[in-house]
């Protein structure tokens, strides 16, 4: 069933929605202004706490208590809104702000006050040339309209966003990065700790949210607490703008409230259509890149981050792969190993040194169709030797799809050995 | 940091809270391997090399204390994942495994990763041998290789970095310990990473590339072949080397050092660890800078002069001809028609028996350690007299610590105090940049003070103002006098006129007065720029250590940076017209080097003996003196301009060739061993002294000393510090021994200096041999400070620190400062003779350093610039009262106005020829072509 009404997506189906006139028109900014002049920035806070709102980024975090973290009387302290969106199969934030940036510009808005903070920016992929000309004239909108800038409404308040285009690195949407980035470095994490909510950008203690976590900010104030919890779980309040692709009919972006089994989302015929030519399912990646295989026998684990993570994955960016059995799982792994590798930032060994050598043999398997009889051994300890030994989760995540076809596929490979 | 207690494999210890895995383990005796990690800097936790299993005591949530087991053992929760032992912190209760089969898997896996990269090009490389890539791929790593590909990573090999450093990325493991280095310690960030993934490699960021006087570091801390120095490229396998214990005397840090020697021929200079002088460093010029000991021009027989040219001698003939002819001056004309000079770069047994041979057998006491170049300066004593405290350590120092750096380019002058004054604020203590101009050191300071050009007696004056008007003169607890008259001095201006003078706002004033005031110790370094404007303002800045109660204590006092390796030494040990040794003051002053030239061209120094100075090549005034007076010694390691004017060229052994003790600028006497046989058949100054004094004694010239003990006073020494009534020195007063010119070795020379000269009392070969307790510096009993290559351990002495000469009692200090000096000139400029680290020292010949000699330069600010319509590169001419000299003209963004700049000691550009004293003022003018 869709929605009746999209809480990120807001008048998803407005042609025009992405005009600054007809956002003010259907009631956007109003929240922000409300706000600023009736509420305090903590009981902004409390609310999003209240709501129970995760972080869309990736590890679901809730963003309440990440921003409880700021340390008390620290300033000055920066918002950064993460829109790298880097990773294989993740596409949300990208459309949410082509189809309506203006909610975005003001979730950073409301947000950067909920945590006192004059100065936000947004970190876009280098890529989305597009979405960052909107994202500048909505922010150039805002300021006209005086919603951004000094004094704001009056109220004494002061806020500046700025959007900084990145280079085209994965990498630089993982927190840390994206800070050495920010600030004009190579990107590359950072030891952790401190956490960015203590010292970050600049060493100031610094909040970092995914597009989508910040554009629910101005639903959850503008309707409450109660109305947001309406949608989705318990532990998963709320929808997900859920990005499905792969052998599917109908690949795209779906609001759904948390919690919707795997099945609807693919076969529903409002979503995803089924798979191409009515072929069986056989790998579903259910949160981007990085999170473990599932395959057709988790077809009903319901989506959100508990379901998925009881079935032995991750919900991650709600960014589902689904494939069918024209493909060779030694064949997936080696491309999305390949991307890992690619992407690598360098920095640790075992990643920096793992990816270029499990693509080594993951190619020759895979692309070159033989393998040697110490192959699969090999594969096996190359990703144990990453797991759990890597810096940051971009190595982490590399041993998923080896790893995953592997323990799922095991006689694709031997097959191809025995060639 | 109270001690927590962990458990590592199974053996509990205690170690500081906050420490971290590696260090902690370390400290129990159990070595966990790394890469990134190094014991100087923050760790970065990058390799993934130092994985290890961490527990910690399961608490229960209701009492918060340890749960126990049925055995009575505390519940250790294992953390999901291995951590990376050098950034995690050890507390209370931890367990530690660095032997499971999951953490050797995780190493073993760590390094056969690496190992897919590297090319194994080990014999070739210059690290081999010493390389912790292939030791801990020996002792931890896999055996053979799975990676099956022809595919190890390729670039373009070896890539210069500048002249003294080529980057090997193919070896690179990525550690980032060089370009952290340079970060962090050494404040040249010319060093950075370009790329990602496998291509992601080290690049230089500087232009010339890697410029930085402390490059050589990396190439020790660096864990493969990657860096390695030019110097020492192809030259030999390490094992092969052998380590010969020394001492830089290129500037007066004193760093230890090893000369790696193979066979008779010096292969590389390599840090040796002292926590106390250079912990584990070596600036470049100390590293690159020693090849002249090897230079193919060295002196290697006795010259005779024959008419226009010089014949080959043998010593005997050689020596006995100088005894001669010092005899005949001697008997013509007494003794005060001999001088004698000898660098500040001797060993303390060269000067001691330098300035005996003078007094005891010449009865001369025209004996100093400069040049006698216009701008040489009073003697500085009172980094002698207030000095450090004896038990001084930089490196334990931090928070609750002072240093004020007044007129002084550390970096230039004795570079490695850059590195230990950063560590300093890195630890917490609060840093003080005063200087008319930006020196590197300034970008590390808590606060710098720019005083106005000419301004910083202003300041001095300012602070000591200050401290007097918070009743500091009430708690001083030397002995002391002439407080009244500085007082005095200080009152004639109110704090708003002197804040003017300096150009310094009063608040700063304020807050350094109240730090220096405040501090557990307070350290007040100052160098040539502050030298230069006389005795009055560095007795003034002694009177500011004093009111603020930084003297006589240990890591307290002054550090004077003097030319020279060993300038401490000579003024300690007497080579000085107007002191014995101790500071012990002569009746009658001889000729400091500054009146000698006069003096020799008038007729009135008729013999010289020159040893280490090459006055003639930047004085005219030394040439004609040379050429008038009726016999010249010079004892060289190279036939210098003064030596080519000599009538006798006696060859010296260098540093490397000999053994010898040096006094550094913290007052520490530290041994230097000889590496190699001396060069052809030179010998050691002390020797060659020696020799000549015993021929002079054996044709009885003076039979019996004709000491000056009666009526010796003590040293007026800085006039600031006059020595109380009736405190004569027993030295003094000690009826004089025959004197012995029959030592064998040098340490025999030491022993004497030992018994005879009070504050060296107790500085015997022996003693110096003492290395202090193992550890004490961080150190590992099993091996050098995490890999540093093999050179470091320090088994050969860490020196002997001598008490400040205020501490010994023997002296009292006089608060009075002379008054500030009267310069009339009305030439608008002030002429600032640079100090530069890779200025004109000849001994930087044959090495590397010599393609980054400074280039001749008039330096002037923007301003001056402007006014005068000069743009970069136009020629300019210098005009002082007595001269002139021109050359190319550099603009600098950050000099004052009213400043001139020329690097000193250039060959190509004499400055003496100009200067008119310490200070001399300039006009400059455009040489239209
Ligand atoms: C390799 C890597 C890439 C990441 N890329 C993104 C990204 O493109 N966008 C994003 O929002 N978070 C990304 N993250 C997660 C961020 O580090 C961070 O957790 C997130 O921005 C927090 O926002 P949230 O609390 O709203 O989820 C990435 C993490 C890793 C390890
Ligand atoms: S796991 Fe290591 S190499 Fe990979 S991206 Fe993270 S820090 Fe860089
Ligand atoms: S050059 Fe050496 S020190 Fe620098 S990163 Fe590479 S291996 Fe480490
Ligand atoms: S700092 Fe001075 S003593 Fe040390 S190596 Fe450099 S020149 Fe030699
Ligand atoms: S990660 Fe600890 S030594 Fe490199």
């Not at chain 1, 409230?257 to 056989?282: C, D, Q, T």
């Not at chain 2, 600098?892 to 003022?921: F, K, N």
Request: hydrophobic share 40%.
């Amino acid at each position: 069933m869709p929605l009746s009404e999209y809480i990120i997506m807001r008048e998803l189906n407005h042609p025009d929605i992405n005009q600054f006139a007809v956002y003010r028109r259907v009631g956007g900014w109003e929240t922000y202004a409300a706000a600023l002049r009736e509420q305090t920035p903590a009981a902004l806070v409390q609310q999003v706490k209240d709501s129970g709102l995760r972080g869309r980024g990736g590890a679901g975090f809730p963003t309440g208590v990440k921003w409880g973290f700021l340390p008390k009387g620290v300033y000055p302290r920066y918002l950064l809104c993460n829109c790298d969106e880097s990773e294989p199969g993740t596409f949300n934030n990208h459309q949410i702000i082509d189809r309506n940036p203006h909610q975005v510009i003001e979730g950073v808005a409301l947000s950067a006050y909920a945590i006192e903070c004059h100065t936000a920016y947004i970190y876009m992929r280098g890529e989305f040339a597009s979405a960052a000309l909107l994202l500048e004239q909505a922010i150039a909108e805002a300021y006209a309209a005086g919603f951004l800038g000094k004094n704001i409404l009056g109220t004494g308040y002061d806020l500046d966003i700025y959007i900084h285009r990145g280079a085209g690195a994965y990498i630089c949407g993982e927190e840390t990065a994206l800070m050495e980035s920010l600030e004009g470095k190579l990107g590359q994490p950072r030891l952790k700790p401190p956490f960015p909510a203590v010292e970050g950008l600049y060493g100031k203690p610094t909040i970092i949210n995914n597009v989508e976590t910040l554009a629910n900010v101005p639903r959850i104030i503008e309707k409450g607490v109660a109305w947001y919890r309406s949608h989705g779980t318990e532990k998963s309040p709320g929808t997900k703008c859920f990005s499905i692709s792969g052998h599917v009919n109908r690949p795209g972006n779906y609001e759904l409230p948390f919690g919707v089994p795997l099945r609807e989302l693919i076969e529903s015929p409002e979503y995803a259509g089924g798979m191409r030519g009515g072929r069986p399912v056989k790998i579903i990646i259910p949160g981007g890149a990085s999170a473990p295989w599932l395959t057709a026998k988790h077809l009903d684990t319901p989506l959100d981050y508990e379901g998925v993570a009881a079935a032995g994955s991750m919900l991650g960016s709600g960014a589902v792969i689904v494939l069918d059995d024209s493909v060779k799982a030694p064949h997936v792994a080696y491309k999305m190993d390949e991307f890992f590798k690619h992407e690598s930032c360098g920095k640790c060994t075992p990643c920096r040194e793992g990816t270029h050598w499990l693509v080594k043999v993951l190619h020759r398997m895979a692309e070159e169709g033989h393998g040697e009889a110490n192959d699969i051994p090999t594969l096996h300890s190359i990703y144990r030797q990453m797991e759990g030994n890597c810096f940051c989760l971009l190595g982490e995540s590399a041993v998923m799809p080896i790893k995953s076809a592997l323990e799922l596929f095991p006689e694709e490979f031997e097959a191809i050995v025995k060639g | 940091m109270p001690d927590v207690t962990i458990t590592v494999d199974g053996r509990s210890f205690s170690v500081p809270a906050g420490t971290n895995v590696v260090d902690a383990a370390r400290m129990g005796g159990i070595a966990i391997p790394v890469f990134c990690y190094h014991p100087r800097m923050p760790a970065v936790g990058m390799c993934r090399m130092c994985l290890v299993q961490v527990g910690m005591p399961k608490l229960d949530p209701a009492t918060r204390q340890p749960l126990m087991d049925a055995q009575g053992q505390p519940v250790i929760a294992l953390m999901p994942k291995l951590q990376t032992g050098c950034t995690t912190p050890v507390s209370e209760g931890m367990v530690i495994n660095t032997k499971t089969e999951e953490v050797q898997f995780a190493q073993k896996g760590v390094l056969e990763f690496l190992l897919t990269s590297h090319p194994l090009d080990c014999p070739v490389c210059d690290k081999g041998g010493e390389c912790p890539l292939q030791n801990l791929t020996m002792e931890w790593g896999p055996g053979q290789s799975r990676f099956d590909y022809n595919d190890k990573v390729h670039f373009e090999k070896p890539v210069p970095l500048g002249d003294l450093i080529l980057l090997d990325r193919e070896r690179c493991i990525l550690c980032s310990r060089c370009v952290r280095f340079q970060d962090e310690l050494a404040d040249d960030s010319v060093l950075g990473f370009d790329h990602r993934g496998r291509n992601w490699m080290i690049v230089s960021k500087s232009d010339p590339p890697f410029a930085s006087k402390f490059s050589g570091n990396t190439t020790d801390i660096c864990p493969v072949g990657a860096l390695t120095t030019a110097d020492f490229r192809f030259k030999a396998r390490v094992w092969e080397l052998s380590s010969k214990p020394g001492i830089c005397t290129l500037c007066p840090v004193g760093c230890n050092l090893n000369f790696d020697m193979r066979h008779d021929r010096l292969m590389r200079v390599m840090p040796r660890e002292n926590g106390a002088v250079n912990d584990i460093w070596l600036c470049d010029k100390g590293r690159f800078g020693h090849r002249f000991i090897e230079h193919e021009s060295r002196l290697h027989a006795p010259l005779i002069r024959h008419g226009d040219h010089f014949v080959e001698a043998s010593w005997e003939e050689a020596l006995t001809l100088v005894a001669e002819k010092l005899a005949a001056v001697q008997s013509a004309r007494g003794g005060s028609a001999i001088a004698g000079l000898a660098a500040p770069r001797l060993s303390n047994e060269d000067l001691y028996l330098f300035q005996r041979l003078f007094r005891e057998q010449l009865g001369s006491n025209n004996l100093d350690h400069h040049l006698g170049s216009p701008d040489d300066g009073d003697h500085d004593d009172l980094g002698g007299l207030l000095a450090v405290g004896k038990g001084t350590n930089l490196m334990e120092l931090g928070a609750g610590t002072t240093v004020l750096v007044f007129g002084a380019d550390p970096e230039e002058e004795a570079p490695l105090y850059l590195l230990r004054l950063r560590a300093l604020v890195q630890r917490g203590a609060q840093l003080f940049v005063a200087n008319q101009r930006a020196t590197k050191l300034e970008r590390s300071a808590t606060q710098a003070l720019r005083y106005s050009v000419g301004g910083e007696l202003a300041l001095a004056r300012a602070l000591v103002r200050e401290l007097l008007e918070r009743g500091a003169a009430e708690r001083i607890k030397l002995k002391h006098s002439g407080l009244d008259a500085l007082r005095k001095q200080v009152l004639a201006q109110t704090p708003e006129q002197l804040a003017a003078a300096a150009g310094i706002a009063h608040e700063q004033i304020v807050a350094l007065a109240t730090a220096l005031l405040e501090a557990e110790h307070g350290l007040i370094m100052y160098g040539a720029e502050a030298r230069s404007a006389g005795l009055a303002l560095i007795e003034t800045l002694g009177a500011l250590a004093v009111l603020s109660g930084n003297v006589g204590k240990p890591n307290s006092g002054m550090i004077a940076l003097l030319p020279g390796g060993n300038s401490r030494g000579a003024l300690d040990l007497g080579v000085r017209p107007d002191a014995r040794p101790g500071y012990v003051l002569m009746p009658q002053r001889g000729l400091p080097a500054q009146q000698l030239w006069s003096a020799a061209r008038d007729g009135h120094v008729r013999a010289l003996w020159i040893a280490g100075l090459d006055p003639a090549a930047c004085l005219p005034d030394a040439r004609e003196a040379l050429t008038a007076a009726e016999f010249v010694v010079v004892q060289e390691l190279f036939m210098s301009e003064t030596a080519r004017m000599a009538d006798v060229v006696l060859p010296a052994a260098s540093v490397a060739e000999r053994d010898g003790t040096y006094t550094n600028a913290e007052r520490r006497v530290q041994r230097s061993r000889a590496a190699r046989a001396p060069h052809g058949q030179s010998r050691p100054d002390w020797q060659i002294f020696q020799d000549v004094a015993q021929m002079l004694a054996d044709m009885m010239v003076l039979p019996h000393p004709r000491v000056e003990a009666e009526g010796a006073k003590p040293a007026k020494a800085a006039k600031g510090a006059k020595t109380a009534k009736g405190q004569n020195e027993q030295v003094v007063t000690r009826p004089p021994e025959p004197p012995r010119w029959d030592y064998l070795t040098p340490d025999e020379v030491a022993a004497e200096i030992a018994e005879r000269v009070p504050s060296y009392g107790g500085v015997t070969y022996e003693a110096l041999a003492a290395t202090g307790n193992p550890g004490v510096w961080g150190r590992q009993a099993n091996e050098a400070v995490f890999y540093d290559g093999t050179s470091y351990e320090n088994t050969e002495g860490i020196g002997i620190a001598l008490p400040s000469l205020i501490s010994t009692g023997r002296f009292t200090l006089s608060l009075s400062p002379r008054p500030a000096p009267v310069v009339k000139d009305e030439r608008p400029l002030l002429l600032l003779a640079q100090p530069l680290a890779y200025g004109g020292d000849p001994l930087l010949r044959g090495s590397l350093l010599e393609r980054q000699l400074a280039q001749p330069a008039i330096v002037i600010s923007q301003s001056d610039a402007e006014k005068l319509n000069i743009q970069n590169g136009d020629r300019v001419r210098i005009v002082s009262a007595v001269g002139e000299l021109s050359a190319a003209a550099r603009v600098h963004a950050d000099l004052p106005p009213g400043l001139v700049m020329v690097p000193a000691g250039l060959p190509g550009l004499c400055l003496s020829r100009i200067q008119t004293g310490p200070r001399t003022r300039v006009s400059l003018v455009k040489v239209v072509v």
